[in-house]
């Protein structure tokens, strides 16, 4: 599989409500230094069924998203995400 796919598999299995880091969904496909290039993958996505929203920064804040930050922000409340 490649590592697009893989970043997609794992983060399609992050409930609502729930996030992951970039760090988390890295080692997850078992790429730990890969931290960046998920970011990047997930910024070419634009499958609604891919919640890429639901992955941020291990420092708790919320990255880049490619819908726009603030897009990002009003789906996780809407989800009732808890975030830092």
């Given at each position: 599989?490649?590592?697009?796919?893989?970043v997609y598999?794992?983060?399609?299995?992050?409930?609502?409500?729930?996030?992951m880091t970039y760090t988390e969904v890295a080692r997850a496909i078992?790429?730990?230094g890969a931290t960046r290039a998920v970011g990047n993958a997930l910024n070419r996505?634009?499958?609604p069924r891919i919640?890429?929203?639901?992955?941020?920064?291990?420092?708790?804040?919320?990255?880049?998203?490619?819908?726009?930050v603030a897009r990002k922000l009003e789906l996780l409340k809407?989800?009732?995400?808890k975030l830092p």
């Open positions: 599989m490649n590592f697009t796919k893989a598999k794992i983060v399609q299995k992050i409930p609502k409500g729930q996030t078992g790429k730990p996505n634009h499958d919640p890429c929203h639901r992955v941020i920064c291990s420092d708790g804040t919320l990255g880049e998203y490619n819908r726009g809407k989800e009732k995400a």
